[in-house]
């Protein structure tokens, strides 16, 4: 039986890390958001996304603006807001995405349609490049949305347009004579209908969704069918010739895919709906690939962060090992894509590993991508900076060294902030009477079980000390299973029970505690900084550590370092010190024993000379990585020379 995501109404989170990030979404990043997508921040990229609806709605004159996929700035806001409020009511936020509601209906076509680029701007092309057009995309981000805030809310009017527009695409696409036979250049579609059903019970829009994922790349390339035709009209200036069929996984079935390529963001998004279809459907040979790909990107294609897709080029996965680390791409909604595919194969096959993952993947890349006020957002994660070679027109033209207010492809920004929204439905799965922990974050949680409703408690400070206390209240009679995560970094895992040892069975990384009554249990571990190495195959680190501590990958900054970081090494030999500080509302500060490469015996006219390597001491100083440039503009470096 597949594991369940907690209700968020049920849940309130306050943690000393994460609270500072997610009470951002209700206090910060909402109401910023929301300005943005309205244009009402002076001096920032336009958004016009608002306006576009207003414009198909006949609320107001003027031209569409924007990306092909705007209507999504809105969509994943009005999700942000329906996990906000479903454990933070705001009646005034909740005004105003009913207004947004009230613009979605009045812009909807009479037969369903609601795309409003192809609705203001080009409207005969409706259909006609789903390989550029994102039609098929946006409305997924709309369909998630719609089930959010009905959830939150119990407000269908946002569902009944939605479930008006997935009717339409039900009579449009399909085998049958007289449906188009395609699918969507950018995937998303799959996940949006599978969650429209999970809310209606609408069968076909399990099967349609069902049909985007068969279709996929079997027999003629329909991409290339598309690109052949004598009236296409590209919005992107892709042609027949340059297109790539493997940039949208669509160059084979999916169930023959063997790892991971093309645009990064596009994999993970469907192969998230490829766990949710092979599970609803027991489809052994999808859930196979899910596996094998999955394998693949953790194994041979994923960065010390969690970070995915190398390349700043197409926005893609290239070959295995394959992780520069001063020029990459990993894109935040990469990260946020590869944990929505790690917690739905977590929930399937209650493996503790893909959590593992999810959870590097949260606290590392993610966290990164939005600064500490939540007004300015990373599009691009790097491991490695040099704010001086950040320029236009070169390699390294879309590293930033701070990250920006806005994008004119602003789908980071409101993908972050659904996923802060949403941790809920990361810390906990849920099964008939059991209740899985899955990251250890404090909280407290009503879970409704087959047997009767169970309270929850976790209170925790970590990661900053490895101790967490699990309460569990009005155990059903009949009793119930607690499944406690053991992280692949912790060394001396115990649990006791009302302070006694306690006896637990452990399967697939989770230890399993039989609880009969009212009580309470202590989770302890070590996870001590230590030094990481990359496997020789990953070039870009050959000789280099990284340091760790926990689910946190830590990072030197120039402001602790000083300049040029590529002149330093680390002593492994030596120990690594903690300290506690009260940078960032309270973090651990790592101090290590190093050497620096003398420069001294060179002078600016010379590039390059035979002066024997001189090396002097040094102490390091690392902070976690999800903090980096939240003091200015500086150099820095996840991995480090290693002193031999």
Same mark, same amino acid.
Request: hydrophobic share 40%; charged share 25%; glycine share 6%.
């Given at each position: 039986?597949?594991?369940?995501?907690?209700?968020?109404?049920?849940?309130? /989170?306050?943690?000393?890390?994460?609270?500072?990030?997610?009470?951002?979404?209700?206090?910060?990043?909402?109401?910023?958001? #929301?300005?943005? /997508?309205? +244009?009402?921040?002076?001096?920032?990229?336009?958004?016009?996304?608002?306006?576009?609806?207003?414009?198909?709605?006949?609320?107001?004159?003027?031209?569409?603006?924007?990306?092909?996929?705007?209507?999504?700035?809105?969509?994943?806001?009005?999700?942000?807001?329906?996990?906000?409020?479903?454990?933070?009511?705001?009646?005034?936020?909740?005004?105003?995405?009913?207004?947004?509601?009230?613009?979605?209906?009045?812009?909807?076509?009479?037969?369903?349609?609601?795309?409003?680029?192809?609705?203001?701007?080009?409207?005969?092309?409706?259909?006609?490049? @789903?390989?550029?057009?994102?039609?098929? %995309?946006?409305?997924?981000?709309?369909?998630?949305?719609?089930?959010?805030?009905?959830?939150?809310?119990?407000?269908?009017?946002? @569902?009944?347009?939605?479930?008006?527009?997935?009717?339409?695409?039900?009579?449009?696409?399909?085998?049958?004579?007289?449906?188009?036979?395609?699918?969507?250049?950018?995937?998303?579609?799959?996940?949006?209908?599978?969650?429209?059903?999970?809310?209606?019970?609408?069968?076909?829009?399990?099967?349609?969704?069902?049909?985007?994922?068969?279709?996929?790349? =079997?027999?003629?390339?329909?991409?290339?069918?598309?690109?052949?035709?004598? +009236?296409?009209?590209?919005? #992107?200036?892709?042609?027949?010739?340059?297109?790539?069929?493997?940039?949208?996984?669509?160059?084979?079935?999916?169930?023959?895919?063997?790892?991971?390529?093309?645009?990064?963001?596009?994999? =993970?998004?469907? %192969?998230?709906?490829?766990?949710?279809?092979?599970?609803?459907?027991?489809?052994?040979?999808?859930?196979?690939?899910?596996?094998? @790909?999955?394998?693949?990107?953790?194994?041979?294609?994923?960065? /010390?962060?969690?970070?995915?897709?190398?390349?700043?080029?197409?926005?893609?996965?290239?070959?295995?090992?394959?992780?520069?680390?001063?020029?990459?791409?990993?894109?935040?909604?990469?990260?946020?894509?590869?944990?929505?595919?790690?917690?739905?194969?977590?929930?399937?096959?209650?493996?503790?590993?893909?959590?593992?993952?999810?959870?590097?993947?949260?606290?590392?890349?993610?966290?990164?991508?939005?600064? @500490?006020?939540?007004?300015?957002?990373? %599009?691009?994660?790097?491991?490695?900076?040099?704010?001086?070679?950040?320029?236009?027109?070169?390699?390294?033209?879309?590293?930033?060294?701070?990250?920006?207010?806005?994008?004119?492809?602003?789908?980071?920004?409101?993908?972050?902030?659904?996923?802060?929204?949403?941790?809920?439905?990361?810390?906990?799965?849920?099964?008939?009477?059991?209740?899985?922990?899955?990251?250890?974050?404090?909280?407290?949680?009503?879970?409704?079980?087959?047997?009767?409703?169970?309270?929850?408690?976790?209170?925790?400070?970590?990661?900053?000390?490895?101790? =967490?206390?699990?309460?569990?209240?009005?155990?059903?009679?009949?009793?119930?299973?607690?499944?406690?995560?053991?992280?692949?970094?912790?060394?001396?895992?115990?649990?006791?029970?009302?302070?006694?040892?306690?006896?637990?069975?452990?399967?697939?990384?989770?230890?399993?505690?039989?609880?009969?009554?009212? !009580?309470?249990?202590?989770?302890?571990?070590?996870?001590?900084?230590?030094? *990481?190495?990359?496997?020789?195959? *990953?070039?870009?680190?050959?000789?280099?550590?990284?340091?760790?501590?926990?689910?946190?990958? %830590?990072?030197?900054?120039?402001?602790?370092?000083?300049?040029?970081?590529?002149?330093?090494?680390?002593?492994?030999?030596?120990?690594?010190?903690?300290?506690?500080?009260?940078?960032?509302?309270?973090?651990?500060?790592? !101090?290590?024993?190093?050497?620096?490469?003398?420069?001294?015996?060179? +002078?600016?006219?010379?590039?390059?000379?035979?002066?024997?390597?001189?090396?002097?001491?040094?102490?390091?100083?690392?902070?976690?990585?999800?903090?980096?440039?939240?003091?200015?503009?500086?150099?820095?470096?996840? #991995?480090?020379?290693?002193?031999?």
């Amino acid at each position: 039986m597949k594991l369940k995501p907690i209700d968020l109404r049920n849940i309130k /989170i306050k943690d000393k890390f994460w609270s500072k990030h997610v009470d951002l979404v209700k206090d910060a990043i909402i109401p910023y958001q #929301w300005d943005a /997508i309205n +244009d009402q921040l002076p001096g920032m990229e336009p958004s016009h996304s608002i306006a576009n609806f207003e414009i198909a709605a006949g609320r107001k004159e003027g031209e569409y603006y924007g990306m092909v996929f705007q209507d999504t700035d809105v969509a994943k806001w009005l999700e942000a807001v329906g996990f906000s409020l479903a454990n933070n009511p705001d009646p005034e936020l909740e005004k105003t995405a009913d207004w947004v509601v009230d613009l979605l209906a009045d812009a909807q076509g009479e037969d369903g349609y609601l795309v409003t680029y192809f609705m203001v701007k080009d409207p005969e092309q409706r259909w006609k490049n @789903l390989c550029e057009g994102h039609e098929l %995309y946006s409305a997924g981000h709309m369909m998630e949305a719609a089930v959010a805030y009905y959830n939150a809310t119990g407000k269908k009017k946002v @569902l009944d347009v939605m479930t008006k527009f997935a009717d339409l695409l039900c009579d449009t696409f399909g085998k049958e004579e007289g449906k188009i036979d395609g699918y969507c250049g950018h995937q998303e579609i799959e996940i949006g209908l599978y969650k429209l059903y999970e809310v209606t019970g609408e069968r076909k829009y399990l099967d349609l969704s069902k049909y985007f994922i068969d279709a996929r790349g =079997v027999g003629e390339n329909y991409f290339l069918k598309e690109l052949s035709r004598p +009236d296409f009209k590209s919005i #992107w200036g892709t042609s027949l010739r340059s297109y790539q069929p493997e940039y949208s996984q669509s160059d084979k079935p999916v169930r023959e895919l063997m790892v991971a390529t093309g645009h990064s963001v596009r994999a =993970v998004y469907m %192969y998230s709906a490829m766990a949710d279809l092979a599970e609803e459907y027991q489809d052994e040979a999808l859930m196979e690939a899910c596996e094998r @790909l999955w394998k693949n990107i953790v194994q041979k294609q994923m960065y /010390i962060t969690g970070g995915i897709g190398s390349s700043g080029i197409m926005e893609r996965f290239t070959v295995d090992y394959d992780l520069p680390n001063d020029c990459n791409y990993a894109e935040s909604c990469a990260s946020i894509g590869l944990a929505m595919f790690g917690i739905r194969m977590a929930n399937i096959t209650r493996d503790a590993s893909y959590i593992d993952t999810v959870e590097l993947a949260l606290y590392n890349t993610v966290l990164a991508s939005i600064a @500490l006020d939540g007004k300015s957002f990373f %599009y691009v994660n790097p491991l490695e900076v040099w704010p001086d070679n950040c320029m236009e027109r070169t390699s390294k033209e879309h590293i930033k060294p701070i990250r920006q207010s806005w994008f004119g492809c602003a789908c980071c920004p409101p993908n972050i902030a659904r996923t802060l929204a949403s941790m809920g439905q990361y810390i906990y799965s849920v099964g008939a009477d059991e209740v899985f922990v899955n990251l250890f974050i404090s909280n407290e949680v009503n879970i409704p079980l087959e047997s009767g409703e169970v309270k929850v408690s976790i209170e925790t400070t970590f990661p900053l000390e490895n101790q =967490v206390e699990i309460g569990v209240k009005e155990v059903p009679a009949e009793g119930m299973t607690l499944a406690v995560r053991i992280p692949e970094y912790a060394e001396n895992y115990q649990i006791e029970e009302e302070g006694v040892p306690c006896d637990y069975k452990v399967e697939k990384g989770f230890a399993y505690i039989q609880v009969t009554k009212d !009580t309470s249990f202590k989770v302890t571990f070590d996870a001590p900084a230590k030094l *990481v190495r990359a496997n020789p195959n *990953v070039r870009a680190d050959c000789g280099k550590v990284a340091v760790v501590r926990g689910p946190l990958v %830590y990072c030197f900054e120039e402001i602790d370092n000083g300049k040029n970081l590529s002149a330093l090494f680390i002593d492994a030999k030596g120990r690594i010190e903690e300290e506690d500080s009260d940078l960032f509302g309270g973090i651990k500060v790592l !101090t290590l024993k190093g050497k620096r490469m003398n420069q001294e015996a060179w +002078d600016e006219t010379q590039l390059y000379g035979e002066h024997p390597v001189q090396l002097v001491d040094t102490q390091l100083k690392a902070i976690p990585y999800p903090y980096w440039n939240n003091r200015g503009i500086g150099e820095m470096t996840v #991995w480090v020379k290693e002193l031999l």
